[in-house]
């Protein structure tokens, strides 16, 4: 088995058990315990396991863990409404723009009702129920629905995707930093993120700060691929993270 596929396997082996022995590891791989004791140290240089004697554990409890929306909603209000207001001030008249399923950037919603001429893509049953009351015009994209966010994914989105332009998009993250990038729990939702991220003229992350530092199972993207929308990080944090990006803090 390459290296790559038993990795994988050890990764997606902690979203279920958050220890792991070595010896569980030779069974599900084949590999050797020399062979298993080389991806622990590897992936821990990642920074994607935590080793532990005879074994390894998940770097972070909530590594895999996804709050479902409504939990989400409450979650930080006033910054979010902030940054959504933000965001949604850099949508022009005439454009086409992608929402995802995040809680943050659904409430752009209500400062999208005046703009002219305006199409939004979503992959979120929510966000297309609320576009529908604002009368905003609207594509709901189709594929399998996760009940926990109430988004839509899988293998229709690319293909529609690919023969779409779209001017802006926004995505929600469950955690950004300079080394994992922008991550998600699930890699169905990733998948959608780095398609509307690739389609779009010009993308934009919206995330609060309690996000930084935080990582997540799945990357979608580099922290250079999409503009970072956010509230106020520390000092430092700001300035290491526009060595990679650029990064709009909205203040109250």
Do not use: W
Not at 14 to 21: D, G, I, P
Not at 151 to 172: E, Q, S
Not at 229 to 252: F, Q
Request: glycine share 4%; charged share 20%; hydrophobic share 40%.
């Amino acid at each position: 088995m390459i290296t790559e596929r038993r990795h994988q396997l050890i990764l997606q082996q902690l979203k279920s058990n958050q220890v792991l022995t070595t010896k569980d590891l030779m069974k599900l791989t084949g590999a050797s315990v020399s062979t298993i004791r080389r991806d622990l140290m590897q992936l821990e240089k990642q920074q994607l396991l935590l080793r532990v004697h005879g074994g390894c554990k998940s770097l972070n409890s909530h590594l895999h863990e996804e709050a479902r929306v409504s939990q989400r909603q409450q979650m930080s209000l006033q910054q979010k409404r902030q940054i959504a207001k933000h965001a949604a001030a850099l949508v022009q008249n005439n454009e086409v723009i992608f929402l995802d399923s995040g809680t943050t950037v659904q409430k752009m919603i209500p400062f999208l009702q005046n703009k002219q001429q305006l199409l939004v893509i979503t992959n979120s049953v929510d966000n297309g129920s609320i576009l529908a009351d604002y009368q905003i015009k609207t594509i709901i994209l189709g594929g399998n629905l996760r009940s926990l966010t109430k988004a839509i994914v899988g293998p229709n989105i690319a293909i529609y995707l690919d023969n779409c332009h779209i001017n802006r998009a926004f995505m929600g993250t469950n955690g950004f930093d300079s080394v994992h990038g922008y991550t998600t729990p699930d890699p169905d939702e990733s998948a959608v993120k780095r398609l509307a991220i690739q389609h779009s003229d010009q993308a934009y992350v919206l995330a609060d700060s309690s996000k930084y530092g935080q990582v997540r199972f799945s990357k979608f993207a580099d922290l250079a691929a999409a503009q970072l929308i956010t509230d106020h990080l520390p000092t430092t944090a700001y300035h290491h993270l526009l060595d990679y990006t650029k990064v709009t803090e909205v203040k109250n």
